[in-house]
């Protein structure tokens, strides 16, 4: 039996690290590596050949320092065990920048250090990985761990703020429900020891998110927001009629109590009565659509976009379908 388990054991690390994709890519690389010379060469040209690999272009960065880290003269990229697999988490020296491109570095979880800003890897209390962004060495603004990036809801100072805006994680042409989960300085000090875990963090907001529906509709509070472009822009005040368990979440009834028009920022007096559809361009089914939009919105940082899994909005105008 020990016998077994130490042939076991001598399979998985004597095992390239790298699947056979990646490592025509790195042999491929070795042939002009000479050729190219600078990082910057070598991040274009890894950027130019990753899709004839069938690997994103976007993982350039993290080709380019894996292959740097790992770098075979004679190409046995296939002799690359768990091993002696250097891991860019645990072997990538800090890149010095300046803040304006942190976020160059931040998106693609590379370790950099600006002036008083600074993104590098750390293993965690419960055995896991976590991508921190530093402010003045001590002030997490943003996390990226279980997959997930988190992000501070607290800036601290002015000076924080501007380096918060300067490396924030998230391209802003990524999939649009991709987006960063606020938490504040307790909750991300969880996130990072690994004592607070995405799901209980979600539980907790599904829990708040609805006792916040039932206290508005307790109170009655109006809730007032604008939506839409041009000639559908409006503003819609609406309350919360009734917050009810269903089989797939919560039942969140609200109600439509007044509907304004809005042309270049002001309000149109004379664009009629909604409820009467005098309103040209705007139908019931363009108030549902803002209300679903809102709500998604207002959501979005709370469930990283996952906001319809858990509750339906039913909306109703001055109590009637």
Do not use: C
């Amino acid at each position: 039996m020990i016998e077994l388990i130490k042939y076991i054991i001598r399979e998985e690390t004597e095992k390239s690290i790298f699947n056979p994709m990646e490592i025509r890519l790195f042999k491929f690389v070795n042939k002009f590596k000479r050729d190219l010379g600078t990082e910057k060469k070598m991040l274009d040209f890894f950027e130019s050949s990753l899709s004839t690999f069938n690997i994103p272009r976007s993982d350039a960065r993290k080709y380019y320092d894996i292959y740097t880290l790992n770098y075979r003269p004679e190409g046995d990229y296939e002799n690359v065990t768990t091993v002696n697999f250097k891991d860019p988490k645990r072997f990538s020296q800090q890149k010095k920048t300046s803040n304006t491109n942190a976020r160059s570095f931040t998106k693609d979880k590379i370790p950099f250090k600006g002036s008083n800003l600074e993104g590098k890897w750390e293993s965690t209390n419960d055995g896991e990985w976590a991508y921190i962004v530093y402010s003045y060495g001590w002030y997490p603004i943003y996390v990226f761990k279980y997959g997930r990036w988190f992000e501070i809801d607290t800036s601290y100072s002015s000076s924080t703020s501007k380096q918060m805006r300067h490396s924030y994680p998230i391209s802003y042409n990524s999939d649009l429900d991709e987006t960063t989960i606020i938490v504040d300085r307790n909750q991300m000090k969880g996130i990072i020891n690994g004592s607070l875990k995405p799901e209980n963090l979600m539980t907790t907001r599904t829990d708040e998110f609805i006792n916040e529906m039932k206290k508005k509709q307790r109170t009655g509070e109006v809730t007032m927001f604008r939506m839409g472009w041009g000639d559908e822009r409006v503003r819609i005040k609406f309350k919360v009629l009734s917050v009810r368990k269903s089989r797939k979440g919560y039942n969140i009834i609200v109600d439509i109590i007044d509907v304004d028009k809005i042309i270049d920022n002001k309000f149109d007096r004379d664009a009629g009565d909604f409820f009467n559809d005098e309103m040209i361009g705007i139908s019931k089914d363009t108030i549902k659509k803002y209300m679903n939009e809102y709500f998604s919105s207002v959501t979005k940082q709370r469930f990283q976009g996952l906001v319809s899994d858990f509750y339906n909005i039913d909306v109703k105008f001055r109590g009637n379908n």
